[in-house]
């Protein structure tokens, strides 16, 4: 099934039997365990992006955003 890949936006594949997600964009290959935990550290560092945490770290999501690519 398609899924969003966690890396770089575009369409990712994840296997009928969720072992594995692919992404033929950016190369991502990875089982469907370390997807997850991909997707919950990103979702953890967005929200501190967001300053649902830590109140107010604008100045920093700039730099931040740009070492995923
Ligand atoms: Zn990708």
Same mark, same amino acid.
């Given at each position: 099934?398609?899924?969003?890949?966690?890396?770089?936006?575009?369409?990712?594949?994840?296997?009928?039997?969720?072992?594995? /997600?692919?992404?033929?964009?950016?190369? $991502?290959?990875?089982?469907? #365990?370390?997807?997850?935990?991909?997707? !919950?550290?990103? /979702?953890?560092?967005?929200?501190?992006? $967001?300053?649902?945490?830590? #109140?107010?770290?604008?100045?920093?999501? !700039?730099?931040?955003?740009d070492?995923w690519d």
């Open positions: 099934m398609k899924i969003k890949c966690p890396k770089c936006d575009e369409g990712a594949e994840l296997a009928s039997d969720f072992s594995v /997600v692919r992404c033929e964009h950016c190369n $991502l290959d990875m089982s469907y #365990g370390e997807y997850v935990k991909f997707v !919950a550290h990103n /979702v953890a560092k967005y929200s501190d992006i $967001l300053g649902d945490y830590s #109140g107010s770290t604008e100045g920093e999501s !700039a730099g931040t955003l070492e």
